[in-house]
């Protein structure tokens, strides 16, 4: 069984309005139920943390759907569909992320804080800088991240109108954007919330389908499976073998390697999927979710790497590459093939229901994202930092700080649509990886040494946020992702010096450095007391929110 020839094609003429009229159902059933849920409550603790009042299974359900964003269902089997082997290496790198995620930060970040990373620290140093740092870390993070997705809806809509154009993929990133301000201004955290829940659901359903119809297709020889997708992709056996993408070179494996890293210990400083912990009412309440997240996040990345090699091997790695050059196609042109290929009924509505699939995908992780960002400029910078106390010598009140959160959220929306009209040729699973190098650089160790290192001072935890955050972003701006290649944000010029693509396994070392080093020069003693009443708190709940 060979590839499929010749290339499929998005759906064409009168088949637009099928495929249009589902996203346009996506729409409006989360607008609906954000306009429902926006009306239960308008608190601080309703708009930054829904509440607190999910069930493990129904906060498993949101962490798994913060978590599976676009760089999972595109870009992840697009990689596969790619680079075979070395694709796989994502899924296996964002599953066993969730492990460091169970193990040690769950409960404790659940316990410490209130709403974002910044309030965990602030348990024990109560500085104003710390704060600053965490917050400023944080909305860098989700920028990052914010980038990707709307970079993947860009692709996935351009392929549903069956054309090129940029103008088309800048429209809708503009919408997309449009879209997440509108959840996060009206509805906030529970709003959010439900809206991960029903994309999860719509996610894995989608996925099951789709294994389904790629393992009927090869009668459930998963044999011949990777046989027909090793000839499809124009590699022959290498495609099964590690190093079609990172084995030509040093500075290639050194690449891989620190993908890996930023992969692995980047989820558990995402300030998107930490913010999930303080929707449940307990800590062990929060262990539960990650438990369901980890069996739905598995199931999925499973389905994954046969969705990869089931576009590899029915339509060709040469033809997923020509639909789009990152490979962010791959999936919806398999639904397409595996409904009848082009021009039939039941290959258009398959094609059209995955890719409302994705879009609801999108859709539902840029409203997690941009509710994190705001709540860590308006809770973190501006109530803790900025504006302490109001003109009238008053603390800020909860109240100011939702309406600083709704401002933030629609300025944050304009800055990542910006940024993401500069990215839309970088595939969506790799820019997701820079996100995570930042995040394991900045937030990860600055996290780890205030849950667990007695002597951890002010100047450390500081240092520890600049000394990862400064590095990594500085390096992704000098590497080949920026300029010096055909796929960089800036491909006429030329301005690298740095040779990896993912700065994790120079910047992710230095944030703990930085932190160390920061704490060991440090003329301040240590609070004793603070660091007991953090552990006691964390460890047993005592004093949580």
């Known amino acids: 069984m060979g590839a499929a020839a010749p290339p499929p094609a998005a759906p064409a003429g009168e088949h637009h309005g099928l495929a249009v009229a589902l996203f346009a159902v996506v729409v409006l059933v989360t607008l609906a139920i954000t306009l429902w849920v926006g009306r239960r409550g308008q608190a601080a603790e309703d708009f930054f943390a829904g509440g607190r009042d999910f069930s493990p299974l129904q906060n498993g359900f949101a962490l798994s759907g913060d978590y599976l964003s676009a760089a999972s269902f ?3 089997a697009g990689l596969i569909a790619l680079y075979g082997y070395d694709g796989v290496l994502y899924s296996i790198g964002f599953l066993v992320a969730w492990l460091v995620v169970l193990m040690l930060v769950a409960e404790l970040v659940r316990n410490a804080g209130r709403y974002t990373l910044a309030d965990v620290l602030a348990l024990r140093m109560r500085h104003r800088q710390v704060r600053a740092a ?3 870390a944080s ?3 989700t920028l990052l991240y914010l980038i990707a997705q709307m970079v993947g809806a860009g692709s996935l809509v351009a392929l549903l109108l069956g054309t090129d154009s940029g103008q088309a993929k800048t429209w809708t990133i503009v919408g997309v954007g449009a879209l997440m301000i509108v959840y996060v201004t009206v509805g906030g955290m529970r709003a959010t919330t439900w809206i991960q829940i029903v994309k999860a659901f719509l996610l894995i359903a989608g996925s099951v389908l789709l294994t389904v119809l790629v393992l009927v297709r090869f009668h459930g020889d998963l044999a011949d499976l990777m046989r027909t997708a090793a000839q499809g992709s124009g590699a022959g056996q290498r495609y099964l073998e590690p190093g079609l993408k990172y084995g030509t070179g040093l500075t290639s494996r050194l690449d891989f390697f620190s993908l890996g890293l930023a992969l692995v210990l980047g989820t558990a400083g995402l300030p998107h999927i930490l913010s999930r912990f303080y929707t449940v009412p307990t800590a062990r309440a929060a262990r539960r979710s990650t438990m369901w997240a980890i069996g739905l996040v598995g199931a999925f990345y499973l389905m994954a790497i046969v969705l990869g090699l089931g576009a590899t091997a029915l339509i060709g790695s040469p033809a997923v590459r020509a639909a789009n050059p990152a490979g962010n196609t791959a999936v919806p042109l398999l639904a397409l093939d595996l409904g009848g290929g082009e021009g039939s009924t039941w290959g258009i509505i398959l094609f059209a229901l995955i890719s409302a699939i994705a879009f609801a995908t999108i859709l539902a992780v840029v409203a997690g994202l941009t509710l994190a960002s705001s709540a860590a400029f308006a809770h973190d910078l501006y109530a803790r930092v900025w504006r302490r106390r109001a003109g009238d010598g008053r603390p800020v009140t909860e109240h100011q700080e939702v309406l600083v959160a709704r401002v933030a959220a629609v300025v944050i929306g304009a800055l990542a649509i910006a940024l993401s009209l500069f990215a839309q040729q970088l595939n969506v699973a790799f820019l997701v990886g820079l996100a995570f190098a930042v995040a394991a650089s ?10 667990f290192w007695r002597r951890f001072t002010t100047r450390g935890a500081i240092w520890s946020v600049y000394g990862g955050l400064v590095p990594a972003v500085l390096l992704v701006v000098f590497s080949p992702v920026v300029s010096g290649s055909r796929t960089a944000v800036f491909p006429g010029l030329d301005f690298h010096w740095f040779p990896l693509e993912n700065p994790g396994l120079v910047s992710i070392p230095l944030g703990f450095l930085a932190g160390w080093v920061g704490t060991l020069t440090s003329r301040e003693l240590p609070d ?10 964390a460890l047993t709940g005592t004093g949580a929110a």
């Open 528 to 537: 004793p007391d603070r660091y007991a009443e953090l552990e006691v708190r």
């Open 74 to 76: 595109l870009g992840v």
């Open 134 to 136: 965490a917050g400023s």
């Open 442 to 451: 900045a937030n990860l160790p600055v996290l780890l040494f205030s849950l």
């Open 139 to 141: 909305i860098v993070v």
